[in-house]
């Protein structure tokens, strides 16, 4: 199912992408969590589209709103009832509201290697302190940057779909947010190089080296540590 109006107030019957409802069920999942992501369930319409429903009906109203806004992000119309969540097809509005947010994700965060870093040191300190195991420390803190930066999951929610469209408007509107969602791959990829080497770099060097390319400020991370890392001896951290 496809909006065909700008406005998004009609649709046509297209048949359901091939790997719409994994791709649903996962945003929605992570969107509430493990408190009700378990609970989250998903099914095709009969003329087209997904609901969404959860087992739990605790909180239901505030996740079913969580969920729409995040399924909207992804470029889909969707209608919020008492008891479940219609996701109705691609919507030119949201698809270009997409474009925006990607737009401004490769403009504002996704251009500040210097907040990464700085990110990327007080988390490895912090659990070097804590005494998280060395060998494990790269891994942890490009999870947690990856958490801060938000595109990587949101990216990784939509492998597997076949984004299509049988009207011409919303497929050049498609191909549109495909494009800016490589840079915004590409980009990130380079956020968490750059953090995992900081970690590595705290933590002495422990954890072999990721195989991405470096991203264009990685020159900053020993300046960072330096600045951040107290110099303090390994035996002195260890007898803490």
Known sequence: MTMDTPDASRFTEDPVSPGQELVVQRICARV???LAGDGVRVASLPLGGVQVWLDDPRHRWRFYHRM???LRLSGWHTETG??????????AVCLSHRVRMLGAALKGRLADFDKTAFTAVMVATRLRH???PAEDLPAEVEARCADSLRWPARLADLDGLERRS???????RLAQVAGLEVKVSRRCGEHLTLATKVARTVSGGAGPARPRAAGP?????ERMVCVSVPNVAGSAVTAR
């Open 217 to 221: 400020r990685a020159g900053l991370t």
């Open 166 to 172: 049988s009207l011409e408007p919303l497929r050049l």
């Open 82 to 91: 008492p008891d479940r969540l219609l996701l109705l097809g691609w919507s």
């Open 32 to 34: 509430a969590g493990p």
């Open 68 to 70: 729409a806004r995040e």
């Open 130 to 132: 804590d005494g998280f």
